[in-house]
């Protein structure tokens, strides 16, 4: 298998944590210059039918792309250990907080970045009333992450799930234009110390390149 990535992406970098999580180490990593236009090549775009990271191209030349989408399709290759629930209701749990946190804090934020960080105008007709919008949209949602860890140490269950993997790398992309959760928020700080020290969060988790 095959997997086309972009290192500072937030979606390409959601499967990179979720496979090191796992220790899924036999999918080739195939980098691709956004910037380039190297998402946008025919041959790209004839495996992955739209210009988009991340895409997972399968031993039958198949291919699967959107972030969650890879992430179902490796639980099931690699069940352990499980971050999508192993009961009806832990999957259904995970799912409400993973589309949570997809939809009101994630999104907005990487919709921020897009709209602010110059190096990103080569993709993006930026807006910063956008921007400026949708950073208000996901600082406010914040709060909703906060109450829910202030009463459980990980955003949908006992341990770390995919839930957990689509919050933080959609708030730690905030970095990028030194966009971060407000420290009142305290719970989400303690949740965020905690996923930065988890040994997978290396994989999840360059360096910000300069602006």
């Not at 933080?168 to 700080?189: A, C, M, N, Q, Y």
Request: hydrophobic letters at 45%.
């Amino acid at each position: 298998m095959k997997l086309y990535d972009t290192p500072l992406a937030p979606n390409p970098r959601r499967v990179r944590w979720f496979m090191a999580e796992k220790g899924i180490n036999d999918v080739e990593v195939v980098t691709l210059n956004l910037i380039k236009g190297e998402h946008k090549t025919p041959d790209y775009l004839a495996k992955a039918g739209l210009a988009n990271v991340p895409a997972l191209e399968l031993d039958d030349g198949s291919t699967i792309t959107e972030s969650v989408a890879i992430c179902r399709y490796l639980e099931s290759r690699y069940p352990e250990p499980n971050l999508f629930g192993r009961t009806p209701e832990e999957t259904a749990l995970i799912e409400m907080w993973m589309r949570r946190a997809e939809m009101l804090v994630a999104t907005p934020f990487m919709m921020c970045v897009r709209h602010t960080h110059p190096a990103l105008a080569a993709l993006e007709t930026q807006d910063p009333a956008i921007a400026e919008y949708n950073k208000q949209a996901g600082i406010r949602a914040l709060k909703v992450l906060d109450r829910r860890l202030s009463e459980s140490e990980w955003l949908a269950t006992e341990r770390l799930t995919i839930a957990d993997i689509v919050a933080f790398v959609g708030i730690d992309f905030g970095r990028l234009i030194k966009l971060s959760p407000p420290e009142e928020l305290t719970h989400v700080g303690r949740w965020a110390q905690a996923m930065r020290e988890r040994p997978a969060a290396k994989a999840g988790m360059p360096a910000p390149q300069p602006a």
